[in-house]
């Protein structure tokens, strides 16, 4: 192993001897380990590098680095007694050309990458070419991050369409409270993606957009021409939706990505007043049509891991959402509204006696009046955002009145 065939740098015929004595030994206690080493790379470096996992897009080009390093040491290890200062020095230079290498094959890499993903393309928008690499390595690649800050998890009333963006003045309580319940979430430091339960986004089974940019949905109509100009040009997450879209897999619900979703003013109305930069990837969520509080509250536990992300999850809907008693006189739904935060609130249920009292919340006092029989949709982020917090305490953020209707907002911690 250390003959003068395979070591450039062999030494006298004394160290050549010495180094040949020693050679069982070495293969017995270090050669075999390395070989294991090398053999297991891709392993070891998901493991090491966890927190970097940008690193392991480049699990080739270090195993290279492995290598060369190696074959350095060995190179040199025949120089160490006789030649100390000329083989530090060599290790140091092959060192530098080794990371002037990994530079270079870094960006070839990523190019290579980029080209890729837009020969893969299946529509316009399936890529995520807006979004920071770093951050969709991170989504990509691990399950196992963990983020600096873990957000509570939020249920907004989202309002009247577009009317809280446009500065209508019955709705300025409502938006009023938007911030006071963010702020002390903003404490928390950026999130790294916001993905919102749509009461707007019903479909028949779980349905995550993963569009990388999405378009606007104006989904509503008799509202000024400024109404249909808004732009919220937040980012999507192919790779985040699609890593949700497994997760619910997992756990035996029939999910699957909606490329082409768009955002409903459920998510960007909300966001243009709490998000206004629109610089983090937003990622649209969808309820369920069939209205099913057990099946939304399967749902956000299949989801409630990627907490640890740094996702920040809002549930967008509204606590009173019947139609009949709008622009009445007093505030309905207090009943109901009441209803709801003494089980979400009450500190002597346990975390599975909450969500099994909320998977009956059909039966709650005050709901006909709150939820029309058949218009549950706007209900269900909140038995989404139950689910995610997995059954923690909920808290009463905002208390509301809106057009005859009361409204109460909740923060999971």
């Not at 050679?23 to 090398?38: N, Q």
């Not at 979004?131 to 249920?155: C, K, W, Y």
């Not at 139950?386 to 905002?398: D, Q």
Request: with cysteine; glycine share 8%.
């Amino acid at each position: 192993m250390f003959s003068e065939n395979l070591c450039p740098f062999h030494g006298t015929p004394s160290q050549r001897r010495a180094m040949k004595s020693l050679s069982p030994l070495l293969h017995e206690r270090l050669c075999i380990p390395l070989a294991f080493l090398v053999s297991d790379f891709n392993f070891i470096c998901a493991n090491l590098f966890a927190r970097h996992v940008y690193m392991i897009h480049h699990i080739q080009t270090l195993r290279v680095v492995v290598f060369v390093l190696l074959f350095v040491f060995f190179s040199t290890i025949g120089r160490i007694r006789r030649k100390m200062r000329s083989s530090c020095f060599l290790l140091v230079v092959s060192i530098m050309i080794v990371l002037a290498v990994v530079h270079d094959s870094t960006a070839q890499q990523h190019s290579q990458t980029h080209d890729d993903g837009r020969l893969h393309r299946k529509a316009a928008d399936e890529t995520d070419d807006s979004i920071p690499s770093a951050m969709n390595g991170r989504f990509a690649q691990t399950a196992d991050l963990v983020a600096q800050h873990v957000f509570p998890v939020v249920f907004l009333n989202h309002g009247g369409g577009p009317l809280p963006v446009l500065g209508d003045d019955d709705h300025k309580p409502l938006v009023a409270a938007w911030r006071k319940v963010m702020a002390p979430i903003l404490g928390y430091g950026k999130p790294r993606a916001i993905a919102v339960i749509s009461a707007h986004y019903e479909t028949h089974q779980p349905r995550v957009g993963g569009s990388a940019h999405p378009r606007m949905l104006y989904d509503y109509g008799g509202f000024p021409p400024e109404s249909y100009k808004l732009q919220y040009p937040a980012p999507g997450s192919s790779l985040l939706a699609r890593r949700m879209v497994q997760q619910m897999a997992a756990a035996g619900l029939t999910a699957a990505v909606d490329e082409s979703r768009a955002f409903d003013h459920g998510v960007f109305v909300p966001l243009m007043m709490m998000f206004p930069d629109a610089d983090i990837p937003v990622i649209p969520i969808s309820v369920l049509r069939s209205q099913n509080a057990a099946e939304h509250i399967a749902m956000g536990r299949a989801l409630s891991q990627f907490r640890k992300e740094g996702v920040l999850f809002i549930g967008s809907g509204s606590s009173m959402h019947n139609f009949k008693y709008f622009w009445g006189p007093g505030a309905h739904g207090i009943e109901f509204n009441n209803a709801l935060t003494k089980v979400l609130s009450d500190a002597t249920l346990t975390a599975e006696e909450r969500i099994e009292q909320m998977k009956s919340v059909r039966t709650f006092p005050g709901v006909a009046e709150a939820q029309p029989e058949g218009g549950f949709e706007h209900l269900m982020p909140l038995l989404t955002c139950v689910g995610i917090s997995e059954g923690s305490l909920g808290r009463e953020a905002s208390n509301v009145q809106l057009m005859g209707a009361n409204l109460r907002d909740y923060v999971f911690e």
